[in-house]
């Protein structure tokens, strides 16, 4: 049998936040992250939610997906998965 890794994913959102900050910085020339502008209110907003779902997904077993994610080392720093989440609470 196949021994799988456990993969650890960032889920503090101003970790997240900073991560984007720092993508946008370096992609957009002369642009900075200034509070109380519309574009750090949603990055910060996304990297919550983010976070939130990060936790939620983590706590879900891997047999549930059907397959384990990461098999290799290398991979460890980032992994694709897509989660559709259904609010029926209304």
Do not use: K
């Not at 509070?35 to 939130?52: K, M, P, Q």
């Amino acid at each position: 049998m196949t021994e799988y890794l456990d993969v650890e994913f960032e889920a503090d959102p101003d970790a997240l936040s900073q991560e984007a900050f720092d993508f946008l910085t370096t992609a957009i020339p002369n642009w900075s992250p200034a509070e109380g502008n519309l574009d750090v209110w949603l990055i910060r907003a996304i990297a919550r939610i983010a976070s939130e779902v990060q936790e939620m997904s983590s706590s879900v077993p891997t047999t549930v997906c059907g397959r384990q994610p990461v098999q290799h080392p290398a991979h460890r720093r980032r992994v694709g998965h897509r989660f559709h989440y259904v609010d029926n609470a209304r």
